[in-house]
């Protein structure tokens, strides 16, 4: 980590008096304007937000560690699940390609799943902490995505190590390694699973706009999005109009979409289909989170604050 | 075109920095029943009371002034403040903060303006202070230099160059405090409102932080407002006092003028050569009487007719006349405010 550039260093030439201040007035800074000056101040949003989750990096790595005991229990089940019914595929997937499509959720969630967003989008609202981004020359939502971005960055960083040595453990499951167009797709899906689980999260904390207390709403939506997302088995195992219902709606961009894409389950010009509404799914979100949170302004800049 | 610019920026210059007109605020408040019965019954029909924050207030502040806000509990101070900064909406009424209506919040109001909350925390809370500083210097575009210059001076000023470095979960109450207002001041604001700055600081810290806000001051000629239980920051601090009660102005005005429309009697303590008497009861209320010293509480208007009186009768070795303490008289005010208010 590179610490700040030259803050409270001691080069700083110090003033002769403690009641010395500059006694010109202070120039008004003028709003940067342009994308890069955006880009710039976002930058060092993450790069403060970086060293800021780097603080916690032992809780980091225990929390990745044991995530990855539960998948033990996992396979043991699905190795008896199959053996059990006699046949050697299930909803079009063998059970190799099962055990390869549950690992490889973990690695969509790595991306979409967004711990503490829209409880702390609640909080902030419910503690008046909110007040910061209406005081400050600062948008709530661009501040938080940058702040996800680094949590993101230096998780995925933290990571890489188990997730190799799983990943190495468990090469026996995977048909070896999709070629460079499939894994550009899976990028892609994967930073596009990113925006819609962000957005998405963003907008559930929003409801914190009107109701106190949102933890138990909180819980049921990610409860319910753990399932229909994907994350606990293949949507494709589910009875017929569920797994069509499920499949249209956007919550399979957040797990179940980007492991099929690896495993080539969607190719050619319904890859490229999907991709899409991926894309149009993050927007829409993105629109809603934006739209609720005007609308919250209005009614917290009316009632309290 | 240039020419209305130039118009506009010279004549912002005389303009007040703050200019509240008929300020109103009310809130709509449920009423919660008792019990589970009325628990239930508030799922279906919410009863609500309307309760009046701040009633139609109206001052003006003009550039380089220093005011203070006085007000017991509950008597709008905040909710004003929120409304300055552009929190909240008001229910009617208009205000101007440095040329701009607060509640739009522009992007250029912002920069130039800070609120501190005392109660409040707006450093990063497992980060030295030092990174949210940085932070700031993004957030509101302040060059490196300037960044670097004025962060050395406030630093240095309140005494805590060297806890910059340390997370802000560790520092005291008073470190972080004088950091909070390090941060509100880094982007040079021309206009600072502060509630409640002081709250919780033994009298070192609160000293410290009243003497860089008035060096700040006289360096800088920035506008303040502030909010305050404590009367030592207001008298170190400000030469106009506005005092509100019950949502309405009460008093608006310098604060030795609080002592003269408010005080109505002084506390004379005399010294006596001999034992002091015992019938100085018909000259005023006797506050305390022990061997030779005697206080008397004394109506304003009759001190020196009845000192003469008194020197009269008595021999006396000392005496000094000394006004009631400014707590007991903003006490009375707000007192006085309240009965008024339940009258009408």
Not at chain 2, 112 to 123: A, D, P
Request: hydrophobic share 45%.
């Amino acid at each position: 980590m590179t610490p700040p550039d030259g803050l409270a260093a001691p080069s700083a030439p110090a003033p002769p008096s403690a009641a010395t201040l500059a006694v010109e007035p202070l120039p008004r800074h003028a709003p940067p304007r342009g994308p890069i000056a955006t880009l710039k101040k976002h930058t060092k949003i993450l790069r403060v937000s970086l060293s800021e989750r780097m603080t916690y990096r032992s809780d980091f790595l225990l929390g990745t560690i044991l995530r990855f005991l539960p998948l033990v229990t996992t396979i043991l089940l699905w190795k008896s699940i199959y053996e059990s019914s006699g046949k050697s595929e299930l909803a079009g997937f063998r059970y190799r390609e099962m055990i390869a499509y549950l690992l490889l959720t973990h690695i969509s969630r790595m991306f979409s799943s967004m711990p503490g967003l829209a409880a702390g989008i609640a909080r902030d609202i419910r503690e008046g902490t909110l007040k910061r981004y209406l005081i400050q020359p600062v948008d709530m939502i661009a501040y938080l995505l940058s702040y996800r971005v680094a949590h993101k960055l230096a998780y995925i960083t933290m990571s890489i190590i188990p997730y190799v040595a799983l990943f190495g453990v468990c090469r026996g499951y995977f048909d070896g390694i999709p070629g460079p167009l499939t894994l550009a797709a899976y990028a892609v899906s994967l930073v596009l699973s990113f925006f819609v689980g962000f957005y998405f999260e963003a907008s559930v904390g929003m409801v914190g706009f009107w109701f106190l207390e949102v933890t138990s709403l909180l819980y049921i939506v990610m409860t319910l999005n753990f399932f229909i997302s994907g994350h606990m088995l293949p949507l494709d195992l589910l009875p017929s109009p569920w797994s069509t219902i499920l499949k249209a709606l956007p919550f399979q961009y957040m797990a179940y979409f980007p492991a099929v894409v690896f495993l080539r389950k969607i190719t050619g010009w319904n890859l490229v289909l999907h991709l899409l509404l991926e894309l149009t799914w993050a927007v829409v979100f993105m629109v809603l989170s934006r739209g609720l949170y005007r609308l919250g302004l209005k009614r917290y800049s009316a009632y309290g604050g | 075109m240039i020419e209305v610019d130039q118009l506009n920026l010279v004549t912002s210059e005389f303009m007040a920095i703050v200019e509240a007109i008929g300020l109103t605020k009310t809130y709509r408040v449920f009423q919660k029943k008792e019990g589970v019965l009325g628990a239930l019954r508030g799922l279906y029909r919410r009863d609500y009371r309307e309760v009046c924050a701040v009633d139609e207030i109206s001052f003006t502040i003009e550039p380089g002034e220093m005011v203070a806000f006085l007000g017991p509990n509950g008597a709008g101070k905040t909710t004003t403040l929120k409304m300055l900064s552009g929190l909240i909406y008001p229910t009617s009424g208009e205000a101007r903060v440095l040329d701009f209506v607060p509640w739009q919040r522009a992007d250029l109001f912002r920069r130039q303006f800070s609120l501190v909350m005392g109660q409040k925390n707006q450093l990063w809370w497992d980060l030295p202070a030092a990174d949210s500083f940085q932070l700031h210097r993004e957030i509101y575009s302040i060059p490196q230099a300037e960044f670097a210059k004025t962060l050395g001076e406030l630093t240095e000023l309140l005494g805590v160059a060297k806890l910059t470095r340390q997370a802000v979960r560790e520092l005291s109450l008073g470190e972080r405090m004088k950091m909070e207002l390090i941060a509100a001041l880094l982007h040079g604001p021309r206009l600072l409102l502060l509630d409640e700055p002081t709250i919780g600081l033994d009298v070192v810290a609160q000293a410290a932080i009243q003497k860089c806000l008035r060096d700040y001051h006289s360096q800088r000629g920035v506008t303040m407002l502030l909010t305050s239980h404590y009367m030592r920051d207001v008298e170190a601090l400000c030469d106009r006092v506005l005092v509100i009660n019950r949502g309405g102005m009460v008093y608006d005005g310098p604060l030795a003028g609080i002592i003269e429309k408010f005080g109505e009697s002084k506390l004379v303590k005399l010294q006596f050569e001999g034992l002091a008497p015992d019938d100085l009861g018909r000259f005023g209320q006797v506050v305390r009487r022990e061997g030779p010293f005697a206080d008397i509480k004394i109506e304003r208007s009759r001190v020196s007719e009845i000192l003469s009186a008194v020197l009269e009768r008595h021999a006396l070795a000392d005496v000094t006349v000394e006004d009631p303490p400014l707590e007991e008289i903003i006490a009375k005010v707000f007192e006085e405010a309240r009965l008024d208010h339940d009258a009408a």
